[in-house]
């Protein structure tokens, strides 16, 4: 099945820019979605993007962060002014089963998940 991998992590200061890369190993159109979880948190919503290229964001990154993705299959998540409390683990998750149409921030509606890419706002 797909797998996905996620890259651009690091360390980033506060108010500058990171670019975080999703790589799936094969073409898809599902909806997917960036989740993050901090030290001693649930996990929780970032931003999706679906088939047709709707997004949707949390209210604590909306303006600052962008996901897209392009022709080929790759899902980015442009980073801009980030804030120490961005500081997460990161992951990329995808939904095949056409299910997160109803809850797009629900982590247990996504069913196929990378590895995560650590985010460090200092």
């Known amino acids: 099945h797909v797998q996905l991998v996620e890259s651009g992590g690091g360390s980033v200061q506060a108010g500058g820019s990171l670019r975080l890369t999703c790589e799936p190993s094969?073409?898809?159109?599902?909806?997917m979605g960036w989740f993050r979880q901090a030290h001693g948190k649930e996990r929780e919503g970032v931003a999706s993007?679906?088939?047709?290229?709707?997004t949707n964001y949390a209210d604590s990154v909306r303006g600052r962060f962008t996901i897209s993705r392009d022709s080929a299959k790759t899902v980015y998540l442009q980073m801009n002014d980030p804030k120490v409390e961005d500081t997460a683990m990161y992951y990329c998750?995808?939904?095949?089963?056409?299910?997160?149409?109803?809850?797009?921030?629900?982590?247990?509606?996504?069913?196929?998940w990378g590895q995560g890419t650590q985010v460090t706002v200092s």
């Open positions: 998750a995808i939904d095949t089963l056409n299910r997160a149409y109803t809850g797009w921030s629900q982590a247990r509606l996504y069913n196929i």
């Open positions: 094969e073409y898809v159109s599902d909806c």
């Open positions: 993007i679906d088939s047709i290229g709707i």
